[in-house]
């Protein structure tokens, strides 16, 4: 029994309704500091209503254990699916991605930073029976119990990096201030992994990944994965750009651009401003008859934000004079329409 609960196995039940209960290890509930801001940020994160966000029924410490207790769903996670197929279908991918993007965002707004997005904590849910499609998929984004309040400064842990390392940014390993951005970075570790099969830096030694994660750009997917563009390579490597400040703004508006990318929603993208690399064809590949309305919601909400921050009337950028190369680099490239004139010679 734990906080009025009874443990069958790896589910509890209360009132008749079957409940997940995760349990933290005694280690952490010997830290003062941790359990208060456990408590307090995972009863914050309850509030966040979103349909992509697991309900939590409770949170809190019973018996000298620190629990929550949330939906139960049924289906596993990303990484558990990864470790079955193998890399995942680029529709099913994004699918993954642009849900849990719009969940980072709700709770984005609500200045509550998770701080450990990954795969294994994105759960798939298949009571609906139609799992397995690319479009079917239900996500939950899960474990909110170690996201951070950006307000609140007294319950920070100092020196310790919260978080999984193969997916934790610059600023989360360097100890310094975290935001939206910094979920943002961790999407964007948990995107290459879902088309490639493992995280950008698969680094075995922790010093290995942490100078991975600071200094080197992560490797290209299209050179890993045929199927794919080099436009999802400068998508990527705008996500997880080594600053902050050059990542997207929101989570959202990187789903769409990957989409974009994947050549799975219409529409330029925005990673690609700098005359790089040619815009990606407007086309959409139709996988399935129904779609989930986050998919559809990415899509609209991120250009609705594009629009608006448009100046009327506006042109589109020009290249800069020294652009930067994308990931894996391009070299010798030069962008669409500025290779060098030819002079004719006289004869």
């Known amino acids: 029994m734990v906080a009025g609960y009874r443990l069958e196995a790896r589910i509890g039940e209360r009132l008749g309704r079957p409940v997940a209960l995760k349990v933290l290890s005694a280690r952490f509930t010997a830290d003062n500091a941790f359990r208060v801001r456990f408590i307090n940020e995972s009863r914050a994160a309850a509030n966040v209503e979103h349909p992509n966000i697991i309900p939590i029924y409770e949170a809190g410490e019973a018996t000298g254990m620190l629990f929550i207790a949330m939906r139960y769903v049924r289906g596993g996670d990303a990484r558990s699916l990864l470790r079955k197929i193998g890399p995942i279908s680029a529709g099913r991918a994004w699918s993954i991605i642009s849900q849990v993007a719009a969940a980072l965002d709700a709770a984005h707004r609500r200045g509550l930073v998770h701080r450990d997005v990954k795969p294994a904590n994105m759960l798939l849910d298949v009571s609906s029976g139609l799992a397995g499609s690319d479009a079917a998929d239900h996500v939950y984004l899960a474990d909110f119990g ?37 979920d943002l970075y961790s999407l964007a570790c948990s995107a290459f992994e879902l088309l490639v099969g493992n995280p950008p830096f698969p680094r075995r030694q922790g010093p290995a990944l942490i100078y991975a994660h600071m200094s080197t750009p992560p490797p290209p997917v299209s050179t890993i994965r045929r199927d794919l563009s080099a436009a999802v390579d400068r998508v990527i490597g705008k996500a997880m750009a080594k600053s902050a400040d050059e990542r997207y703004s929101t989570c959202v508006r990187f789903a769409a651009d990957l989409g974009r990318a994947l050549r799975l929603v219409p529409g330029q993208i925005e990673a690609i401003g700098q005359g790089l690399m040619p815009p990606v064809a407007s086309v959409r590949l139709v996988t399935s008859t129904s779609r989930h309305p986050a998919e559809a919601g990415v899509e609209a909400e991120a250009d609705a934000e594009a629009e608006a921050a448009k100046p009327a009337g506006a042109a589109r950028p020009a290249a800069r004079a020294t652009p930067k190369m994308p990931p894996g680099g391009l070299a010798g490239a030069r962008p669409p329409g500025t290779e060098p004139p030819t002079r004719k010679r006289d004869k």
């Open 146 to 182: 170690i996201s951070k309040q950006v307000a609140s400064t007294g319950l920070t842990i100092t020196g310790q990096i919260v978080g999984t390392l193969d997916y934790a940014a610059p600023e989360q390993i360097d100890g310094r201030p975290v935001d939206g951005r910094t």
